[in-house]
């Protein structure tokens, strides 16, 4: 079975009120680098903060919101009418969510030594080795993640894609991380899992979904 690039996904019909929405939603932050080493400030207290890369519409990180009101939650979309269909979709502020419209290669422009945990759920494969430095779990994003972790480097990894898990498991290791959690079939395991609109799609027709935790001591 060949599985589709996550941006065959993310082509979707653009949302006629998108400017609207986007204008309008009082949890998007958009002067996001005037924040940067003082996202405390902007949830108003000191708690840890988790981050998702890729958030697409917007199932995971805002059901997070929801069950883990002790954690501040931050999803970033690259792309302006994915995240107008998650504005769409949930419209009602969270107190410890915050989501912003950018691309991952500015993270280090936007935080700084803030980030507890990092989410990367179903980004794309980039299946092409010339592309293999776009991935998100490839060393340019690594030093890049170095620069926002607080403290200890935490990422946890959802994709349906073996292609990029098994590149991930060597790129991470290289990098210095250590596995605490390895699996390939996260529908089998106890591990915790909100199960997005996304996910469920993948496992309505057989695909399984490989699950990993990977940490990094400060160097």
């Known amino acids: 079975m060949q599985i589709r690039e996550r941006s065959d996904f993310m082509r979707l019909r653009n ?42 519409k917007g199932d995971f990180i805002y059901h997070m919101a929801e069950q883990f009101p002790e954690i501040n939650f931050i999803g970033i979309e690259k792309y302006t009418g994915v995240i107008a269909r998650a ?10 969510l915050r989501i912003i419209n950018m691309d991952a290669l500015d993270l280090d422009q936007v935080f700084s030594k803030e980030i ?25 994003f690594l030093a890049i993640y170095d620069k926002v972790f607080k403290r200890t480097a935490k990422i946890i990894m959802k994709t349906d894609n073996i292609g990029l898990f098994a590149s991930s498991l060597v790129s991470l290791s290289n990098y210095g991380y250590k596995f605490q959690e390895v699996n ?15 996910e469920a799609k993948f496992r309505s027709k057989g695909i399984k979904i490989n699950y990993l935790v990977a940490k990094k001591n400060p160097s």
């Open 15 to 56: 949302l006629k009120d998108k400017d609207e929405l986007v204008k309008n939603c009082d949890y998007l932050v958009t002067n996001k680098e005037e924040y940067k080493g003082l996202w405390k400030e902007v949830f108003g207290n000191d708690k840890p903060i988790h981050l998702e890369i890729g958030m697409g």
């Open 184 to 198: 390939l079939d996260l529908a089998s395991s106890d591990s915790f899992n909100v199960v997005t609109e996304y």
């Open 116 to 140: 507890d945990v990092i989410y990367l759920n179903f980004s794309d494969p980039w299946p092409k080795e010339k592309h293999a430095k776009r991935r998100l779990t490839s060393e340019i």
């Open 87 to 96: 504005i769409k979709k949930y419209p009602k502020k969270l107190a410890n």
